[in-house]
C-alpha cells in the first residue's frame, strides 16, 4: 500500500489544471480554466477547472472532484493507479508498505488485464534489445527505418520470438494467469488445451491510451508468408476498443493542444517517424477505418484536423470517405498529399525539419479544394461526373453543422467548380431538409411506443423538494465558509423592571460551523437525505480536528459520491461564469457579503419547515374521537404555532433575497 506520506506530498505537488490539460483543451476563463466535458459529447464548454480551489466540475454530466478523482473517472484508474500515475508525472519517489496477498487476489479483472499488458509490452521490448534473435531481426528491422535508439525506447518498441509460446511460458513463469493472457488476445488457446503467442515471429508497436496505459498492441511480420497478415491487431478487450483509440495519442497530447492541430496519418511508421522529425503531433487510426470516437478524442485537444494522404489514388477514394465524419463533429480539416511514391514516412526521413514543416504547411488545402482537385481528375470533362462531383462536394458541406461555416463553404464551391451559389444553396437545401425529414419519421417511429400515455393527462412538473434544498444550502455553507468567523444576532426574551417580557438582541462572533451544528443540536435536527447526513457529520468532524479548511486535503478522503456532491457546490460560481449572466444585464448576487445573515435565514426557514411538517404529521395522525385527546392535540399544536409565529417573525428580521 502507498504511504500517507506519498499520497499527501502527490496532492500537495500535482496542478489540477496542469494534468487535465493533458486530456482536455482549456481555455482560460478568469481566474479558471473551461473547456469542453471530456464525459459527453458537446459542443458549447460546460467543464471547468479552478487552479485556486484545484478541483474540476463538469456540468454536463454531473461529475466533479480532486485532479485523482479526474484520473479515476476519466481513465477508470483505481485510486492507487491515480496516486502513481501522478507520482510518476511529478518525478515523486512512492513510499509503500507490503502488499498482502489477499489484496492481490482483490485486484479486479480489469486492473490484471492492464496488469497483463503491461508485462508484455516490457517483455517485448526487452526481447527486442537483450537477445540475439531480437537484435538480429527486430531492431535491425527498426534501425533500416530509421528509428533511433531514443525513438525505439519512447514507443516502446519490441519483438515477439519466432517459438510458438515463448511469450506466454514466461508470462506463466511470471505468475500471469492463462485467463488473462487469452482475454487480452495476447495469448491463443486451442480446444485441446494448447496455446500459442498471437504475436509470434513479429515486430511489436504497443497501444497506449491518452494517459499512457498500455491498452494493446499492433505487430508487423517480417517474412514473406503470404497466408500471413503483413500487420495483426490485438483483439477487442475489456481494455482495448480499437474504434475508440488513436495510435500516438500519448506522446502527441500535449503538441496536439500548443500548436492546436493534429496530423492525422494511417500507419504506425508513420506517427513514428514524423514524431522522430520534430512533429510530435501527429496520431494514426491504428489500422482502422476513422471513427466518432477517434474524432472526438482529438476534438477534446483542437479542433483542427490535418489529415496526411500518401499518393496512392486508390488509397486516397477510400480515406476520403473519413472527411465528412470530421466534418460533422464540427471540426475544420485540411488536407495534405505527398509527392508520387511518397508517404509520411518516407518523406519525413529524407527531409529536414524546417522542409518538413514547410511542406505540411504550404501544402495543405481545405477539403473543399482537396475534393475538387482529387475528383476533377476523373470527372475528365464529362458533364455527368462533374455534375456528381459538385452533388459530392455539396453532400460534405451538408454534414457541418455550423451554418455560416456551410454559406462560407458554398462561395468556395461556387467559385472553384465556376456554378452559381444559388444552384449550390438549392442543392445544400434539399440535402438538409432530406436529414430533417429523415431524422423525423425515426423521430415518430420512436413516438409509436408512447402512444399508450399519449392521451393521458399531462404529469405534474415534481415540486421542489424544500427540505433537500435546504440541507443543501447547510452542506454549502459549510464548505464555503465554515472556518469563518461571522457577528450573529440573537433574540432573548428578558423581563423588564415592570416584569413584562420583552426581546433583546444578543450579539456575538462565532465561527460558522460552530453556529450552525449548535442551531441544528438545539432542536435535536438530523438532515434527512443521507448523503447530506454523511457530509455534515463529516464535515463537522472535519472542522473539530482543523482549523482551517483545506479542499485538498478535505476532497482526499471522499467518495466519487460525495466528491461529485461537493465540487457542484465548490464550483457554483464558476457555473454561473458559463452562462456570462453579466453579459446579458443579469448579475448574480454573492453570498459572502452578508455569510450570518444567509446562514441564519437558512437554519430558520429549516426549522419552520420541520415544525410545519410536524403539524401536519400530528393532524394527519389524530384518529380519536375522545373530547380530551383532541383537547390535548390543539394545545400541542397551538403550542407549534405560538412557535413558528416567532420563528415566522425572526425570518423577517433577517429576510434577504437569498431564497
Not at 215 to 230: E, P, S, Y
Not at 618 to 625: F, I, P, T, V
Request: charged share 30%; with cysteine.
Amino acid at each position: 500500500m502507498i504511504t500517507r506520506e506519498t499520497i499527501d506530498k502527490v496532492f500537495e505537488t500535482a496542478r489540477v489544471e496542469e494534468v487535465i490539460g493533458d486530456f482536455v483543451q482549456l481555455k482560460r476563463a478568469g481566474s479558471n480554466y473551461k473547456g469542453l466535458s471530456p464525459f459527453s459529447d458537446e459542443r458549447s464548454p460546460s467543464f471547468m477547472v479552478s487552479p485556486v480551489k484545484q478541483i474540476w466540475k463538469d456540468f454536463s454530466s454531473g461529475k466533479g472532484g480532486s485532479v485523482v478523482t479526474f484520473l479515476m473517472e476519466h481513465e477508470h484508474f483505481t485510486y492507487p493507479e491515480a496516486i502513481r500515475f501522478l507520482a510518476n508525472k511529478y518525478n515523486i519517489e512512492i513510499e509503500e508498505t507490503e502488499t498482502s496477498q489477499e489484496d492481490k487476489i482483490e485486484a479486479n479483472e480489469k486492473e490484471s488485464m492492464y496488469l497483463v499488458s503491461e508485462f508484455a509490452k516490457t517483455y517485448f521490448h526487452d526481447t527486442l534489445l537483450n537477445t540475439e534473435e531480437g537484435k538480429a531481426i527486430g531492431l535491425s528491422y527498426f534501425k533500416e527505418r530509421g528509428f533511433t535508439d531514443e525513438t525505439i525506447a519512447k514507443f516502446g518498441l519490441g519483438y515477439s520470438p519466432e517459438t510458438w509460446d515463448a511469450f506466454t511460458k514466461e508470462a506463466l513463469s511470471k505468475g500471469y494467469q492463462l485467463d488473462y493472457l487469452e482475454k487480452v488476445g495476447l495469448t491463443i488457446l486451442r480446444e485441446d488445451g494448447k496455446h500459442f503467442d498471437r504475436f509470434k515471429g513479429r515486430v511489436m508497436f504497443p497501444i497506449q491510451s491518452l494517459s499512457g496505459r498500455n491498452l494493446g498492441f499492433g505487430g508487423r511480420i517480417l517474412t514473406n508468408d503470404k497466408k500471413a497478415a503483413k500487420y495483426l491487431n490485438s483483439p477487442e478487450s475489456e481494455i482495448y476498443h480499437k474504434s475508440k483509440v488513436l495510435y500516438g495519442i500519448f506522446h502527441a497530447k500535449q503538441a496536439i493542444a500548443k500548436q492546436n492541430n493534429c496530423y492525422l496519418v494511417e500507419g504506425y511508421t508513420d506517427v513514428i517517424q514524423l514524431h522522430q522529425a520534430g512533429v510530435e503531433n501527429v496520431v494514426a487510426s491504428s489500422g482502422t477505418a476513422l471513427t466518432p470516437d477517434q474524432i472526438r478524442l482529438i476534438n477534446r485537444l483542437t479542433k483542427n484536423i490535418t489529415v496526411l494522404f500518401d499518393g496512392d489514388a486508390a488509397g486516397l477514394r477510400a480515406s476520403v470517405r473519413g472527411i465528412d465524419l470530421i466534418l460533422e463533429e464540427g471540426m475544420n480539416i485540411k488536407v495534405c498529399t505527398f509527392p508520387d511514391g511518397d508517404d509520411p514516412d518516407s518523406f519525413a526521413k529524407k527531409n529536414s525539419y524546417d522542409d518538413l514543416v514547410s511542406y505540411l504547411e504550404n501544402s495543405a488545402k481545405d477539403f473543399i479544394q482537396f475534393k475538387a482537385s482529387l475528383l476533377m481528375d476523373e470527372a475528365n470533362n464529362d458533364p455527368i461526373k462533374k455534375a456528381d462531383l459538385i452533388r459530392d462536394m455539396v453532400v460534405s458541406i451538408s454534414k457541418i453543422p455550423d451554418r455560416i461555416k456551410r454559406e462560407i463553404y458554398i462561395q468556395e464551391c461556387s467559385r472553384i467548380m465556376d456554378i452559381s451559389e444559388q444552384v449550390l444553396l438549392n442543392t445544400l437545401a434539399q440535402l438538409v431538409q432530406k436529414d430533417i425529414s429523415e431524422a423525423g419519421k425515426k423521430l415518430k417511429q420512436e413516438q409509436k411506443a408512447f402512444e399508450v400515455v399519449k392521451n393521458e393527462p399531462l404529469v405534474q412538473h415534481e415540486k421542489v423538494n424544500i427540505v433537500y434544498e435546504l440541507e443543501r444550502k447547510i452542506i454549502e455553507m459549510l464548505l464555503l465558509y465554515g472556518s469563518q468567523e461571522a457577528d450573529f444576532d440573537d433574540f432573548i426574551l428578558k423581563a423588564n423592571e415592570d416584569g413584562e417580557m420583552i426581546e433583546e438582541k444578543e450579539s456575538s462572533t462565532e465561527k460558522v460551523h460552530r453556529r450552525i451544528y449548535l442551531s441544528l443540536q438545539e432542536d435535536e435536527v438530523e438532515l434527512a437525505n443521507p448523503l447530506f447526513k454523511e457530509l455534515y457529520n463529516d464535515l463537522i468532524s472535519y472542522y473539530n480536528q482543523n482549523e482551517e479548511f483545506n479542499i485538498e486535503h478535505y476532497l482526499m478522503q471522499l467518495s466519487s459520491e460525495h466528491s461529485a456532491i461537493v465540487t457542484d457546490i465548490l464550483m457554483l460560481e464558476e457555473k454561473e461564469l458559463l452562462h456570462n449572466w453579466e453579459a446579458k444585464n443579469i448579475y448574480v448576487k454573492s453570498k459572502n457579503k452578508n455569510v450570518s445573515q444567509y446562514v441564519s435565514e437558512t437554519i430558520v426557514s429549516l426549522r419552520e419547515y420541520l415544525i410545519n411538517k410536524l403539524i401536519m404529521d400530528l393532524m394527519q395522525s389524530y384518529s380519536s374521537e375522545e373530547e380530551n385527546d383532541l383537547q390535548e392535540l390543539m394545545t400541542t399544536i397551538n403550542d407549534y404555532n405560538k412557535l413558528k409565529v416567532n420563528l415566522t417573525n425572526k425570518i423577517g428580521r433577517i429576510r434577504s433575497t437569498y431564497l
